[in-house]
Nanobody, 115 residues
Framework: QGQLVESGGGLVQPGGSLRISCTVS????????MGWHRQVPGKQREVVAI???????VYADSVKGRFTISRDNAKATVFLQMNNLKPEDTDRYYC?????????WGQGTQVTVST
């Protein structure tokens, strides 16, 4: 059974940077699309960024120019570099991976932007 392991969240001041990562544990499957979503309790989960295996990317309008998604196919790992963070970026960030037939989700990592 596939499992996604996330890391790298935390507390950062406005204008700061964080990088979060997500790895398919034990290379249990080869992901095609990988991505990040975020969700505040009580609100719908929204797409932050998605990257295909070939490296094509899609971003939410709210993060364009500030966030960069990338991946290491050999390590089945996806990264999200977040720069110029704003308080409204505070959220729990969830990794998603697709193996061609099924979506997998990580447990989420908390990102808090505050003074």
């Amino acid at each position: 059974q596939g499992q996604l392991v996330e890391s790298g969240g935390g507390l950062v001041q406005p204008g700061g940077s964080l990088r979060i990562s997500c790895t398919v544990s034990q290379n249990s499957f080869i992901p095609s699309n990988m991505g990040w979503h975020r969700q505040v309790p009580g609100k719908q989960r929204e797409v932050v960024a998605i990257i295909t295996r070939a490296g094509l990317t899609v971003y939410a309008d709210s993060v364009k120019g500030r966030f960069t998604i990338s991946r290491d196919n050999a390590k089945a790992t996806v990264f999200l570099q977040m720069n110029n963070l704003k308080p409204e970026d505070t959220d729990r960030y969830y990794c998603q991976a697709y193996n061609g037939t099924q979506y997998y989700w990580g447990q989420g990592t908390q990102v808090t932007v505050s003074t």
